[in-house]
């Protein structure tokens, strides 16, 4: 087979010492302990159980990694399609959801095919940072209940309603939860102003469950929210 039609995962082995090996080790790792976590956060505001987040991050994470067109890249999951996930488990369950999927993937393919995915360098910048924003403030408006500790019985799936079901439950907030996100935002946004390199994910992770388990904090877990979840490989559905 030409070589240009090889992927990159195959064409980097030419020249691979042990030396980029452990930089890629160390790097995987790095990765993983953010994406996964992020990944079960971004589950959770879709509307699907945590499980789903990590199961759909490893399996997209090696397929990119094995059939990917660069030997540089980080595959993990974005927040701009919380907001178009979330609608169509709503509205069409996870079968539509997994049917959606699947066309997305054509058209992918189809455009790559064709040529037509270079259109989008002519989309205007400015659409392109509003429909940023917008996202950005539909994904906030979903995580509001959970940085507050606001008791709800559920979330409308529309921006309107989720405003109005928000400030009628204004005053259910949980205080040891509000400071819990507070001192997690200080870290994330702390560790950058010291040092990019510096992982405030990660450090946030690990210091906010100590706190929360060392202190007995009355605030949700993943546990006490969805339940346990499973070990192992996704059970065939009976």
Do not use: W
Request: a positive charge; aromatic letters at 6%; proline letters at 7%.
């Amino acid at each position: 087979m030409a070589e240009p039609f090889l992927p990159k995962s195959v064409q980097c082995l030419r020249g691979y010492s042990a030396r980029t090996l452990v930089a890629d080790v160390v790097a995987g790792i790095t990765v993983g302990l953010v994406a996964l976590p992020l990944a079960m956060a971004f589950a959770m505001a879709s509307g699907v159980p945590p499980q789903s987040g990590i199961y759909c991050a490893i399996v997209a994470g090696f397929l990119v990694s094995l059939l990917g067109g660069s030997r540089l890249q980080v595959a993990g999951p974005t927040g701009a399609f919380v907001v178009v996930v979330a609608g169509i488990v709503t509205e069409h369950g996870l079968d539509g959801l997994f049917m959606c999927t699947l066309m997305a993937g054509v058209v992918l393919v189809l455009m790559g095919l064709t040529g037509i995915g270079s259109a989008v360098k002519y989309i205007p910048r400015p659409v392109v940072i509003g429909f940023t924003n917008g996202i950005a403030v539909l994904i906030a408006s979903t995580q509001i209940r959970d940085l507050f500790g606001l008791q709800t019985p559920g979330l409308p799936g529309e921006f309107l309603g989720r405003v109005r079901m928000l400030a009628s439950h204004a005053g259910t907030g949980s205080g040891p939860a509000t400071l819990l996100a507070i001192m997690t935002i200080a870290i994330v946004l702390g560790c950058r102003m010291v040092s990019r390199r510096i992982p405030g994910s990660i450090i946030a992770l690990v210091a906010g469950s100590t706190v929360a388990v060392a202190a007995r904090l009355p605030v949700d877990t993943i546990g006490s929210r969805f339940g346990t979840v499973p070990a192992g490989f996704p059970a065939r559905p009976h």
